[in-house]
Protein backbone atom coordinates (compact mmCIF):
# COMPACT_ATOMS: atom_id res chain seq x y z
CA UNK A 1 0.00 0.00 0.00
CA UNK A 2 0.97 3.57 -0.72
CA UNK A 3 1.70 6.25 1.83
CA UNK A 4 2.40 9.85 2.15
CA UNK A 5 4.03 12.13 5.10
CA UNK A 6 4.32 15.81 5.10
CA UNK A 7 6.65 16.56 6.89
CA UNK A 8 5.51 20.37 8.03
CA UNK A 9 2.32 20.94 9.20
CA UNK A 10 2.62 24.45 9.14
CA UNK A 11 4.75 26.70 7.56
CA UNK A 12 5.09 30.67 8.14
CA UNK A 13 7.08 32.77 5.61
CA UNK A 14 7.35 36.31 4.44
CA UNK A 15 5.74 37.59 1.27
CA UNK A 16 7.99 37.34 -1.42
CA UNK A 17 10.30 35.12 0.23
CA UNK A 18 10.96 30.94 -1.21
CA UNK A 19 9.00 28.57 0.11
CA UNK A 20 9.59 24.13 -0.16
CA UNK A 21 6.40 21.96 1.35
CA UNK A 22 8.11 18.68 2.02
CA UNK A 23 6.67 15.52 0.93
CA UNK A 24 7.69 11.72 1.14
CA UNK A 25 6.04 8.81 0.11
CA UNK A 26 6.01 4.99 1.02
CA UNK A 27 5.40 2.49 -2.14
CA UNK A 28 6.75 -0.81 -3.45
CA UNK A 29 5.41 -0.42 -7.34
CA UNK A 30 5.97 2.59 -9.66
CA UNK A 31 3.35 5.63 -8.40
CA UNK A 32 2.15 9.24 -9.62
CA UNK A 33 2.40 11.94 -7.40
CA UNK A 34 0.08 15.03 -7.18
CA UNK A 35 0.18 18.23 -5.21
CA UNK A 36 -3.46 19.93 -4.61
CA UNK A 37 -4.05 23.03 -2.96
CA UNK A 38 -6.95 24.13 -0.78
CA UNK A 39 -8.06 27.88 -0.13
CA UNK A 40 -10.75 28.09 2.99
CA UNK A 41 -13.81 26.36 2.55
CA UNK A 42 -13.31 25.54 -1.03
CA UNK A 43 -12.82 21.88 -2.47
CA UNK A 44 -9.53 20.47 -3.46
CA UNK A 45 -7.51 22.40 -6.68
CA UNK A 46 -4.50 20.67 -8.38
CA UNK A 47 -1.64 22.44 -8.69
CA UNK A 48 0.66 20.10 -10.54
CA UNK A 49 1.43 15.74 -11.24
CA UNK A 50 3.94 13.74 -11.92
CA UNK A 51 3.13 11.09 -14.14
CA UNK A 52 6.37 10.19 -16.02
CA UNK A 53 9.06 12.13 -18.13
CA UNK A 54 11.07 14.94 -16.56
CA UNK A 55 11.10 14.51 -12.85
CA UNK A 56 10.86 18.43 -12.44
CA UNK A 57 7.48 19.61 -12.65
CA UNK A 58 5.44 23.09 -13.36
CA UNK A 59 2.76 23.81 -12.08
CA UNK A 60 0.11 26.86 -11.84
CA UNK A 61 0.51 29.87 -10.13
CA UNK A 62 4.76 29.67 -10.24
CA UNK A 63 4.99 25.86 -8.57
CA UNK A 64 7.13 23.40 -9.11
CA UNK A 65 7.97 20.05 -8.11
CA UNK A 66 10.96 17.51 -8.38
CA UNK A 67 10.02 14.10 -7.83
CA UNK A 68 13.22 12.20 -6.44
CA UNK A 69 12.72 8.38 -6.69
CA UNK A 70 16.32 7.20 -4.80
CA UNK A 71 14.77 9.91 -1.88
CA UNK A 72 10.93 9.04 -2.55
CA UNK A 73 10.30 12.83 -2.25
CA UNK A 74 8.11 14.85 -4.20
CA UNK A 75 8.86 18.80 -2.69
CA UNK A 76 6.94 21.48 -3.71
CA UNK A 77 8.90 25.25 -4.26
CA UNK A 78 8.01 28.34 -4.83
CA UNK A 79 10.95 31.06 -5.49
CA UNK A 80 8.16 34.00 -4.33
CA UNK A 81 4.98 33.52 -2.36
CA UNK A 82 2.55 35.85 -2.48
CA UNK A 83 -0.13 36.33 0.26
CA UNK A 84 -2.36 34.55 -2.11
CA UNK A 85 -0.33 31.79 -1.50
CA UNK A 86 -1.98 31.17 1.79
CA UNK A 87 -3.74 28.04 1.97
CA UNK A 88 -3.67 24.26 3.10
CA UNK A 89 -1.41 22.13 0.26
CA UNK A 90 -1.89 18.23 -0.14
CA UNK A 91 0.24 15.86 -1.63
CA UNK A 92 -1.16 12.83 -2.87
CA UNK A 93 0.01 9.27 -4.33
CA UNK A 94 -1.24 6.53 -6.37
CA UNK A 95 -0.16 3.58 -8.03
CA UNK A 96 0.55 3.87 -11.45
CA UNK A 97 -1.91 3.03 -13.55
CA UNK A 98 -4.68 3.22 -10.42
CA UNK A 99 -7.03 5.86 -9.23
CA UNK A 100 -7.45 5.61 -6.01
CA UNK A 101 -5.60 8.49 -4.37
CA UNK A 102 -3.79 8.72 -0.66
CA UNK A 103 -3.14 12.20 0.78
CA UNK A 104 -0.76 12.97 3.34
CA UNK A 105 -1.86 14.93 6.30
CA UNK A 106 -1.99 18.22 4.51
CA UNK A 107 0.87 21.37 4.98
CA UNK A 108 -0.70 24.93 6.31
CA UNK A 109 0.90 27.33 4.30
CA UNK A 110 1.13 30.71 5.97
CA UNK A 111 2.15 34.04 4.32
CA UNK A 112 2.79 36.96 6.41
CA UNK A 113 3.66 40.83 5.15
CA UNK B 1 -18.43 22.13 -17.22
CA UNK B 2 -19.25 23.37 -14.20
CA UNK B 3 -17.01 21.30 -12.92
CA UNK B 4 -17.70 18.44 -9.66
CA UNK B 5 -21.55 19.64 -8.20
CA UNK B 6 -22.08 18.82 -5.02
CA UNK B 7 -25.10 19.72 -2.40
CA UNK B 8 -26.33 20.79 0.02
CA UNK B 9 -22.81 22.90 0.95
CA UNK B 10 -23.85 22.91 4.24
CA UNK B 11 -25.83 20.48 6.57
CA UNK B 12 -26.86 20.48 10.15
CA UNK B 13 -29.07 17.24 11.34
CA UNK B 14 -29.76 15.82 14.95
CA UNK B 15 -28.12 12.51 15.83
CA UNK B 16 -30.36 9.71 15.08
CA UNK B 17 -31.50 11.37 11.58
CA UNK B 18 -30.94 9.77 8.16
CA UNK B 19 -28.14 12.81 5.66
CA UNK B 20 -28.39 12.31 2.22
CA UNK B 21 -25.10 14.37 0.69
CA UNK B 22 -25.45 14.41 -3.70
CA UNK B 23 -22.85 14.70 -5.93
CA UNK B 24 -22.89 15.85 -9.91
CA UNK B 25 -19.44 14.36 -11.27
CA UNK B 26 -18.29 16.50 -14.55
CA UNK B 27 -19.81 14.61 -17.70
CA UNK B 28 -18.00 11.93 -19.67
CA UNK B 29 -15.76 11.42 -16.45
CA UNK B 30 -16.06 7.39 -15.72
CA UNK B 31 -14.45 7.43 -11.98
CA UNK B 32 -16.28 8.86 -9.04
CA UNK B 33 -14.93 8.95 -5.47
CA UNK B 34 -16.06 10.05 -1.66
CA UNK B 35 -13.89 11.60 0.25
CA UNK B 36 -14.25 12.59 3.82
CA UNK B 37 -12.13 15.51 5.70
CA UNK B 38 -11.49 15.87 9.41
CA UNK B 39 -8.96 17.29 11.35
CA UNK B 40 -8.24 13.92 13.02
CA UNK B 41 -7.72 11.86 9.94
CA UNK B 42 -6.93 14.58 6.87
CA UNK B 43 -8.83 13.57 3.72
CA UNK B 44 -9.67 9.53 3.49
CA UNK B 45 -10.87 7.59 0.53
CA UNK B 46 -14.52 6.38 1.35
CA UNK B 47 -15.27 4.77 -2.06
CA UNK B 48 -15.07 4.81 -5.34
CA UNK B 49 -17.12 3.82 -8.19
CA UNK B 50 -15.88 3.17 -11.89
CA UNK B 51 -18.89 2.96 -14.94
CA UNK B 52 -21.48 3.81 -12.02
CA UNK B 53 -19.92 0.59 -10.26
CA UNK B 54 -18.86 0.16 -6.63
CA UNK B 55 -14.88 -0.63 -7.27
CA UNK B 56 -13.51 -0.29 -3.77
CA UNK B 57 -15.78 0.64 -0.14
CA UNK B 58 -12.72 -0.49 1.81
CA UNK B 59 -13.04 3.19 3.63
CA UNK B 60 -16.53 2.83 4.35
CA UNK B 61 -16.39 3.51 8.27
CA UNK B 62 -19.55 1.17 9.05
CA UNK B 63 -22.30 -0.24 7.71
CA UNK B 64 -24.89 3.15 8.77
CA UNK B 65 -23.01 4.61 5.48
CA UNK B 66 -23.98 3.63 1.82
CA UNK B 67 -23.28 4.89 -1.37
CA UNK B 68 -24.71 4.75 -4.74
CA UNK B 69 -24.83 5.97 -8.34
CA UNK B 70 -27.61 5.07 -10.39
CA UNK B 71 -26.28 6.74 -12.99
CA UNK B 72 -23.16 8.20 -15.26
CA UNK B 73 -24.17 11.76 -13.86
CA UNK B 74 -25.47 11.26 -10.23
CA UNK B 75 -24.33 9.55 -6.70
CA UNK B 76 -25.47 9.78 -3.34
CA UNK B 77 -23.65 9.35 -0.03
CA UNK B 78 -25.85 8.31 2.73
CA UNK B 79 -25.82 8.12 6.50
CA UNK B 80 -28.47 6.64 8.54
CA UNK B 81 -28.90 6.42 11.40
CA UNK B 82 -26.11 9.57 11.51
CA UNK B 83 -23.94 10.41 14.81
CA UNK B 84 -22.14 13.36 16.30
CA UNK B 85 -19.00 11.76 14.87
CA UNK B 86 -19.86 11.92 11.46
CA UNK B 87 -19.20 15.44 11.34
CA UNK B 88 -17.25 16.30 8.75
CA UNK B 89 -16.63 17.79 5.10
CA UNK B 90 -17.31 15.26 2.88
CA UNK B 91 -16.10 15.80 -1.06
CA UNK B 92 -17.06 14.28 -4.24
CA UNK B 93 -14.43 14.07 -7.09
CA UNK B 94 -14.27 12.62 -10.75
CA UNK B 95 -11.56 11.51 -12.96
CA UNK B 96 -10.99 10.34 -16.76
CA UNK B 97 -8.91 6.93 -17.47
CA UNK B 98 -7.64 6.92 -20.54
CA UNK B 99 -6.87 3.65 -20.16
CA UNK B 100 -3.13 2.84 -21.40
CA UNK B 101 -2.72 6.73 -22.52
CA UNK B 102 -3.10 7.68 -18.75
CA UNK B 103 -5.57 9.74 -16.53
CA UNK B 104 -6.62 12.79 -15.70
CA UNK B 105 -6.09 14.00 -12.22
CA UNK B 106 -9.06 13.76 -9.83
CA UNK B 107 -11.65 17.11 -10.10
CA UNK B 108 -13.06 17.85 -6.63
CA UNK B 109 -16.06 19.78 -5.64
CA UNK B 110 -16.67 22.18 -3.04
CA UNK B 111 -17.85 19.93 -0.48
CA UNK B 112 -20.35 19.62 1.96
CA UNK B 113 -20.16 20.41 5.78
CA UNK B 114 -22.08 18.21 7.88
CA UNK B 115 -22.66 18.62 11.44
CA UNK B 116 -24.40 16.34 13.75
CA UNK B 117 -25.40 17.77 17.20
Known amino acids: AQSVTQLDSQVPVFEEAPVELRCNYSSSVSVYLFWYVQYPNQGLQLLLK??????LVKGINGFEAEFNKSQTSFHLRKPSVHISDTAEYFC???????????FGQGTRLTINP | DAGVIQSPRHEVTEMGQEVTLRCKPI?????LFWYRQTMMRGLELLIYFNNNVPIDDSGMPEDRFSAKMPNASFSTLKIQPSEPRDSAVYFC???????????????FGQGTRLTVV
Open chain 2, 27 to 31: SGHDY
Open chain 1, 92 to 102: AVSKKGAQKLV
Open chain 1, 50 to 55: YLSGST
Open chain 2, 93 to 107: ASSYHFGDRGRTEAF
